[in-house]
T-cell receptor, first 113, second 113 residues
Framework: GENVEQHPSTLSVQEGDSAVIKCTYS??????FPWYKQELGKRPQLIID?????GEKKDQRIAVTLNKTAKHFSLHITETQPEDSAVYFC????????????FGKGNQVVVIP | ETGVTQTPRHLVMGMTNKKSLKCEQH?????MYWYKQSAKKPLELMFV???????ENNSVPSRFSPECPNSSHLFLHLHTLQPEDSALYLC????????????FGSGTQLSVL
């Protein structure tokens, strides 16, 4: 089955700087890649997702890039703010009903004011 | 509020108890999920219901028993649990393609003594 790994496990950045989190996946047939954000004590929330037919997607200060050849995708957060402090989970699947999402273990991002 | 409501928020039970977790979604979605979240581990999919029919049972022990009486409600019945079952249990729902764009509830923090 699909195996998803995230690096680094913890990332500290100064407020205003950029943060980049990378995920690698093992199944070359995977074509759907979401990112979820979970603040302390709160529920995971989908923040952005991408399909394999595009290489990059942006939504305000966040973006996701996909490298299908290398089987990795990254979350980019620009102009980080304290409210960006959270655990970020990536996931991958082949898409479609019977293909479950395989999640990574999560990255702890700490934005230092 | 999120649109996906879980009760109770916290639950402490002994290994011989029987309890139930409840999830209700107000989003008009057609699929519902139970996930288990343990520290330092990826989110683990337990069960998926689509249009009230179970479409996935991810090799979960029989001491966990799901019930989906309609598309808005999902239960997880618990009996004779083990201490290693202590975790955050998250309910989620989605519309359209199963296993994509999940909306999570806030979870039930379960402690088994």
């Amino acid at each position: 089955g699909e195996n998803v790994e995230q690096h680094p496990s913890t990332l500290s950045v100064q407020e205003g700087d950029s943060a980049v989190i990378k995920c690698t996946y093992s199944d070359s047939a995977s074509n759907y890649f979401p990112w979820y954000k979970q603040e302390l004590g709160k529920r995971p929330q989908l923040i952005i997702d991408i399909r394999s037919n595009v290489g990059e997607k942006k939504d305000q200060r966040i973006a996701v890039t996909l490298n299908k050849t290398a089987k990795h995708f990254s979350l980019h957060i620009t102009e980080t703010q304290p409210e960006d402090s959270a655990v970020y989970f990536c996931a991958a699947s082949r898409g479609g009903g019977n293909n479950r999402l395989a999640f990574g273990k999560g990255n702890q991002v700490v934005v230092i004011p | 509020e999120t649109g996906v409501t879980q009760t109770p928020r916290h639950l402490v039970m002994g290994m011989t108890n029987k309890k139930s977790l409840k999830c209700e979604q107000h989003l008009g979605h057609n699929a519902m999920y139970w996930y288990k979240q343990s520290a330092k581990k990826p989110l683990e999919l337990m069960f998926v219901y689509s249009l009230e029919e179970r479409v996935e049972n991810n090799s979960v022990p029989s001491r966990f028993s799901p019930e989906c009486p309609n598309s808005s409600h999902l239960f997880l019945h618990l009996h004779t649990l083990q201490p290693e079952d202590s975790a955050l249990y998250l309910c989620a729902s989605s519309q359209g393609t199963v296993n994509e764009k999940l909306f999570f509830g806030s979870g039930t923090q379960l402690s088994v003594l």
